[in-house]
């Protein structure tokens, strides 16, 4: 039986190089350094997910557990999860252009709902970057406009929006 030619698996120790590699090429403009992946890596496996396109790695989700309306910082560790998460945050999703339109992103989704259902957490929560604010919205989420959320927002830039999506 051969392999799909596209398929999301979780994520492996020995996948952090390509994430990283794609994390620089994907998002230039929010750089974050090789132990941040490693950390969320470490903290939560079931939440990082690497899609393989043709045997290369061409896209990537990292999300975990968290505290419903607390952005983790840019380019930050965590230090741990919370004991009593409120949310599902989706802290980074990358795909390489040639994998967009393929459902890649729905797909994955759709597997973080089942996985933040499996935790009962009542939401996803994520921070729109690059214009995908209306991508966000397709799935479900809605804007969260918070005033003690807006200086961590200014570090994701000027169309950053928090954004949840009720379970």
Not at 45 to 53: D, T
């Amino acid at each position: 039986m051969t392999a799909k030619p596209a398929q999301w698996r979780l994520m492996t120790e020995t996948d952090l190089p390509a994430v990283n590699t794609l994390a620089a090429a994907i998002h230039p403009a929010y750089p974050e350094e090789a132990a941040v992946f490693a950390e969320r890596l470490r903290l939560y496996p079931q939440g990082c997910y690497v899609f393989e396109h043709h045997v290369k790695i061409a896209a990537y989700v990292v999300s975990h557990p968290w505290h419903d309306g607390a952005l983790p910082a840019l380019n930050a560790l965590l230090g741990g999860l919370p004991a009593k998460p409120s949310t599902y945050y989706i802290h980074d999703i990358a795909l390489l252009p040639q994998v967009r339109g393929l459902g890649a992103a729905v797909e994955i989704v759709a597997r973080l709902a089942l996985q933040a259902r499996a935790e009962s957490l009542p939401s996803l929560s994520l921070i729109a970057v690059n214009g995908s604010a209306g991508f966000w919205e397709r799935q479900g989420f809605v804007p969260v406009t918070d005033r003690m959320l807006a200086a961590k927002l200014q570090s994701y830039g000027a169309d950053a929006q928090f954004m949840v999506r009720a379970l």
